[in-house]
């Protein structure tokens, strides 16, 4: 039996995106080899999902104080399942449309902030589609993606929960402990400190008026209240690797770089049809193009932990606890597509050497008990749209797993109710890396074709490592 206080007190962040300006939600997108039995599912929800105490709680206001208050959950009322013709012309755009319409519709207030979509219907990469709907306020979206697969087994072992990879520490063994190691403490501790000092400065300026050069891009006001659209692309994982492995880096600066090439592809080819001319080259120089990412600061959760809270009953960390970074993308087209992901990991590498995830998000508490929920979100929705879109990572499991015995084929998560028109995800999955762009089509009409343009560069990078012979002797793991 579960056992948990029958009200509790809304975290600052979760009552952050309760603020009419930044009312956020995920959504996550799961096709499955086979049809879905809606009673299989409803059956394994009761067991699982509705025992976890955020999704059994409703929220509750009372003046200026939100609770969560435990409830009685009726599965019948969160799982819909809408009588489709499965004779359809055309599946795909179906989805697609579905998906977007039901982002325009508020979650009932008087139960549990979530739902479950399931769309019988048969695509290109799917059977069916399972399409999740979760308030932003009810976890992270690393945390609530563990959650999820807290909630699949192994499809080879259907008593085994998924394995999610652990990212290894790079270098081989402990450094020398000599005055070398001493220099370079010294220096990283010093690089730590200005990098923390010219992030805060960074962010302060783009919360007054530092805003991204203009670009077809970014959004207009009002985009946190437009309905948005959902596509995605499955990219070959191994590809990625061999480029991780050959330029000893991470898969998210391999990611970061491919995303790079795209903007800077899509862009120019952009700017050419605005402009009317075929030059080399039709972007204007310095763009300034960046993307805020959520930053989860609380330690991560075993799904093995998360399992036991739904089982049991036991406690484990729960909640919104996410600071901000702003990523600056360089938009430029290389002659050399390594040097894509050549910057990307500088990038990186220096923002991993900043407090700036963790600075933003004790001001942004401080800010929310002094001033309140209201202007906290205000401050945040001015930061986002001075920059051009949103960008995150999530590792997923490296084995096949199944939802209550239907086995997946893809997990497609995203989110929305933010002020920008651009969202990119990346989300692994067994041999999988599955790029979610979620768009404002009055901005981005053609989100389909920023897609083919990630497809496209990573096979562009790919293929200059394969003609320099750079991937001999390299191993895809």
């Known amino acids: 039996m579960v056992s948990y206080k029958a009200e509790v007190p809304l975290s600052p962040a979760a009552q952050l995106f309760h603020a009419p300006s930044f009312n956020c939600y995920i959504i996550t997108i799961v096709g499955c080899k086979t049809r879905v039995n809606p009673s299989v599912i409803k059956e394994g929800l009761k067991k699982t999902l509705i025992k976890h105490p955020r999704f059994s709680s409703k929220l509750v206001t009372e003046g200026r104080k939100m ?30 449309d579905y998906i977007s319409h039901i982002t325009t519709q508020p979650l009932d207030l008087s139960k549990p902030l979530w739902e479950l979509h399931i769309l019988n219907v048969k695509t290109s990469e799917a059977e069916a589609i399972g399409v999740f709907r979760i308030h932003h306020s009810i976890g992270d979206g690393a945390s609530l993606i563990s959650l999820l697969l807290a909630c699949t087994r192994k499809t080879s072992d259907p008593e085994a929960l998924p394995s999610v990879p652990v990212q290894k520490n790079e270098g081989s063994g402990a450094p020398e402990r000599g005055i070398w190691w001493l220099f370079l403490a010294i220096w990283s501790g010093i690089m730590l400190i200005w990098n923390s000092v010219v992030d805060l400065i960074m962010f302060s300026a783009t919360t007054l008026f530092l805003e991204d050069t203009r670009n077809p891009l ?13 596509v995605h692309r499955i990219l070959n994982l191994d590809d990625i690797k061999l480029v991780k492995n050959a330029m000893n880096m991470t898969i998210n600066d391999v990611i970061l770089g491919v995303t790079q090439a795209a903007l800077s592809r899509y862009l120019n080819r952009i700017n050419s049809e605005t402009d009317g001319e075929h030059k080399s080259s039709n972007l204007p120089k310095n763009i300034r193009l960046r993307a805020s990412v959520l930053v989860n600061l609380r330690p991560t959760t075993g799904i093995q932990v998360l399992a036991d809270m739904m089982e049991k009953g036991s406690k484990g960390g729960w909640g919104n606890r996410i600071g901000y970074v702003l990523l600056p993308f360089k938009i430029g087209l290389q002659n050399d597509p390594l040097e ?30 002094a001033f309140g929920y209201r202007v906290a979100a205000a ?29 997946i084929t893809y997990i497609a998560p995203s989110v929305y109710g933010h002020p920008q028109a651009l969202t990119i ?26 897609c083919e343009d990630i497809d496209e560069s990573l096979n562009i990078i790919k293929k200059a490592f394969i003609e320099r012979g750079l991937t001999n002797h390299i191993d895809v793991v």
């Not at 990991?345 to 508490?365: G, Y």
Request: aromatic share 8%; proline share 7%.
């Open 425 to 450: 995800h990346f989300q692994s999955y067994v041999n999988k890396m599955i790029v979610v762009v979620a768009v404002d089509p009055n901005v981005i009409p053609n989100p389909h074709q920023f």
């Open 340 to 369: 894509y992901v050549r910057g990307a990991k500088a990038t990186i590498d220096r923002k991993k050497l900043s407090l700036e995830a963790l600075c933003t998000f004790s001001t942004a508490k401080l800010v929310l008990k």
């Open 379 to 407: 401050t945040a929705v001015r930061v986002l749209s001075n920059t051009t879109m949103a960008f995150s990572n999530v590792v997923g499991p490296s084995e096949e797993i199944s939802f209550y015995g239907h086995p």
């Open 218 to 230: 970014k959004g207009v006001p009002g985009d946190e209240n437009a309905p948005k659209l959902f």
């Open 67 to 96: 609770k969560w208050s435990q409830t009685i959950v009726n599965v019948e009322n969160h799982v819909i399942v809408p009588d489709i013709d499965s004779e359809m012309e055309n599946p795909e755009q179906f989805v697609e």
